[in-house]
């Protein structure tokens, strides 16, 4: 009998210590409402397995987040979940962490390079290619659109605009007059919206690749009058952006489950230590009024 107590309380202690582990979240940046979600969304899932967790904020900037993962690094964390500022920026970090014997998962934003042991996110070329039919269905297949595109070398930005691009392709009626960058930054998205108004007063619809851009692209359709003529599609279904939609300002926007992202990050950190590359999407929405 007391053998098989203590048999007992060695299994329990060794279960215990091999899924003690601590992960570092490198987020490219906590000022955007949907990063926001998905730090929440890994932290709570952490404190509910037992597991502790180091968040550290990029704020956008592609070398702080290479000396966030150089400093987490350091300290040892078990495994370094990684949402890229930028996907071919990120190689060198994510190459020291492979130096370093520490598994690494991607969240949301993909990398160009190194070794990464699970990739979580939804797929954002099905997302561009939602955008597209809805804009190509609301304009009659004819039309002139705008395209404002996310931070350069995102993985995100250049799938959504691979999707978006391959429906719009198949309507010799639709013309992309400007493809322009707005950092998924809605005060960008503001400014750039008022220059491209001014170059193209007669466009019909705007895709911005997320919902930051095109709430500001909206601020500046409402200002020059045109709300009830230009259709504006966003991507993330962040909170602002559902209202918008549900006032009927925003026309539609793709969602994402960003908090579930974060969620599953720290899951399969914790189930797998030692397996291959794998792909898990999160299932995407089309969101209007």
Do not use: C, W
């Not at 895709?207 to 966003?234: Q, R, T």
């Not at 489950?257 to 230590?273: I, S």
């Amino acid at each position: 009998m007391k053998k098989a107590v203590l048999l007992s309380v060695l299994v329990l202690l060794v279960t215990s210590f091999s899924f003690a582990v601590t992960l570092g979240l490198s987020v490219s940046t906590l000022n955007n409402p949907f990063f926001v979600d998905l730090a929440n969304g890994a932290k709570d899932k952490a404190k509910e397995l037992g597991i502790d967790i180091k968040v550290v904020d990029a704020r956008d900037d592609s070398a702080k987040q290479l000396n966030d993962v150089e400093d987490l690094i350091r300290q040892k964390v078990d495994i370094l979940l990684i949402n890229p500022t930028d996907s071919d920026a990120i190689v060198a970090a994510i190459e020291e962490a492979n130096e370093a014997n520490i598994p690494v998962i991607t969240v949301d934003r993909g990398s160009s390079g190194g070794i990464v042991l699970l990739h979580i996110a939804s797929d954002n070329v099905a997302g561009g290619r939602l955008a597209g039919e809805y804009i190509a269905e609301k304009i009659g297949g004819k039309g002139k659109v705008i395209e404002l595109v996310g931070i350069p070398g995102t993985s995100s930005a250049r799938d959504r605009g691979k999707g978006f691009n391959e429906v719009i392709a198949k309507y010799a009626g639709i013309q992309v007059v400007a493809r322009q960058t707005a950092n998924y930054n809605r005060a960008e998205g503001l400014t750039v919206m008022e220059n491209l108004l001014q170059a193209h007063p007669d466009i019909n619809a705007v895709f911005a690749h997320n919902d930051e851009m095109a709430l500001g692209a909206i601020e500046a359709i409402k200002a020059a009058g045109k709300l009830k003529d230009i259709i504006v599609v966003g991507f993330d279904a962040t909170p602002d952006a559902l209202e918008s939609v549900k006032k009927g300002e925003l026309s539609a926007t793709i969602a994402q489950q960003p908090y579930r992202m974060g969620e599953l990050a720290v899951e399969k950190a914790y189930e797998f230590l030692q397996t291959k590359t794998i792909y898990f999407p999160v299932d995407l929405q089309l969101v209007t009024q």
